[in-house]
């Protein structure tokens, strides 16, 4: 059994590095692949140490893109062990981006005498730092009552604070895998939120044609039909199965790492050899 979708405290999981390699061990997992929200840092630091181990390490990643006006998260799977310089630069400078876009914002709440700081922002959202954070502590604050109103009234689109935000394109975010000789992976198809069929059908056969090499077919959201479901139409289109729990640590109490939400996920080694192909 293997885990192709986790996080650690790099992103937004409880984990330490070595925890996750601890607990991975500790399910019984012969691979893991720790895939944290733009960023590389957990899976770097945990490598040593699960070589150490003899757990079986996959480099990965998730990015959030943009198609078609909605976020989609896409999975990166590097077989290699490394994307290599030029990816990491780009995910660098994607970091930089975003940060900049907060330090305007906690700017622009600044002086509208509303006190929220980069600092505060960064403390509580790490690598994923943005809009949710700022509603957080606006919250905590006694700013706002709701995460809500902080949206409607500071940082939704129309909100007195808002800046807009450039989020890669699904295809660029496609593109720069595939450049680092990594394995675009569609995540969670299920919460791509498509209720119609044939819309759903339609939508992920569009994506894939921008290159996607697989779609997580097991995943902690799925039940079994969902699981049949889109092993079904990733046969069809010829995309690599693959699956995860989607653990996030003690964020996320019910995700198991290994097994998801009461033993939904099992992943077969087979879909980590099939990555590596
Ligand atoms: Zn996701
Ligand atoms: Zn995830």
């Given at each position: 059994m293997v885990d192709l979708h986790s996080h650690t405290d790099a992103?937004?999981?409880?984990?330490?590095?070595?925890?996750?390699?601890d607990n991975a061990l500790a399910a019984g997992l012969h691979a893991l692949a720790i895939t944290d929200h733009d960023t590389l840092a957990g899976h770097d630091a945990a490598l040593p140490y699960a070589k150490e181990l003899g757990l079986d390490l996959l480099c990965g990643i998730e990015l959030s893109t943009k198609f078609k006006n909605k976020t989609v998260h896409l999975l990166g799977y590097f077989p290699s062990g490394d994307p290599g310089p030029a990816f990491r630069e780009w995910l660098t400078s994607l970091q930089a981006k975003r940060r900049d876009r907060n330090i305007r914002l906690a700017a622009r709440l600044q002086s509208m005498n509303v006190d929220v700081t980069i600092e505060e922002v960064e403390a509580v959202?790490?690598?994923?730092?943005?809009?949710?954070?700022?509603?957080r502590i606006l919250v905590q604050k006694g700013y706002v009552a709701t995460s809500q109103e902080?949206?409607?009234?500071?940082?939704?689109?129309?909100?007195a604070a808002f800046f807009e935000r450039d989020e890669v394109p699904l295809e660029e975010?496609?593109?720069?895998?595939?450049?680092?000789?990594?394995?675009p992976v569609l995540a969670h198809p299920v919460r791509l939120g498509k209720r119609v069929e044939m819309e759903e059908?339609?939508?992920i056969t569009e994506a894939a044609a921008l290159g996607l090499a697989g779609m997580e077919v097991q995943h902690s959201d799925h039940n079994a039909a969902a699981a049949a479901k889109y092993g079904a139409l990733a046969a069809t289109?010829?995309?690599l199965p693959t699956g995860g729990s989607d653990y996030h640590g003690t964020f996320k109490p019910n995700i198991r790492l290994g097994s998801g939400i009461n033993g939904n996920v099992r992943v077969p080694l087979a879909w980590l050899e099939g990555l590596r192909r």
């Amino acid at each position: 059994m293997v885990d192709l979708h986790s996080h650690t405290d790099a992103s937004d999981g409880t984990d330490s590095p070595e925890q996750i390699v601890d607990n991975a061990l500790a399910a019984g997992l012969h691979a893991l692949a720790i895939t944290d929200h733009d960023t590389l840092a957990g899976h770097d630091a945990a490598l040593p140490y699960a070589k150490e181990l003899g757990l079986d390490l996959l480099c990965g990643i998730e990015l959030s893109t943009k198609f078609k006006n909605k976020t989609v998260h896409l999975l990166g799977y590097f077989p290699s062990g490394d994307p290599g310089p030029a990816f990491r630069e780009w995910l660098t400078s994607l970091q930089a981006k975003r940060r900049d876009r907060n330090i305007r914002l906690a700017a622009r709440l600044q002086s509208m005498n509303v006190d929220v700081t980069i600092e505060e922002v960064e403390a509580v959202g790490r690598s994923m730092a943005g809009r949710p954070h700022f509603a957080r502590i606006l919250v905590q604050k006694g700013y706002v009552a709701t995460s809500q109103e902080a949206f409607d009234r500071y940082i939704a689109e129309n909100g007195a604070a808002f800046f807009e935000r450039d989020e890669v394109p699904l295809e660029e975010g496609i593109a720069r895998m595939r450049a680092a000789s990594g394995k675009p992976v569609l995540a969670h198809p299920v919460r791509l939120g498509k209720r119609v069929e044939m819309e759903e059908r339609a939508w992920i056969t569009e994506a894939a044609a921008l290159g996607l090499a697989g779609m997580e077919v097991q995943h902690s959201d799925h039940n079994a039909a969902a699981a049949a479901k889109y092993g079904a139409l990733a046969a069809t289109l010829g995309l690599l199965p693959t699956g995860g729990s989607d653990y996030h640590g003690t964020f996320k109490p019910n995700i198991r790492l290994g097994s998801g939400i009461n033993g939904n996920v099992r992943v077969p080694l087979a879909w980590l050899e099939g990555l590596r192909r």
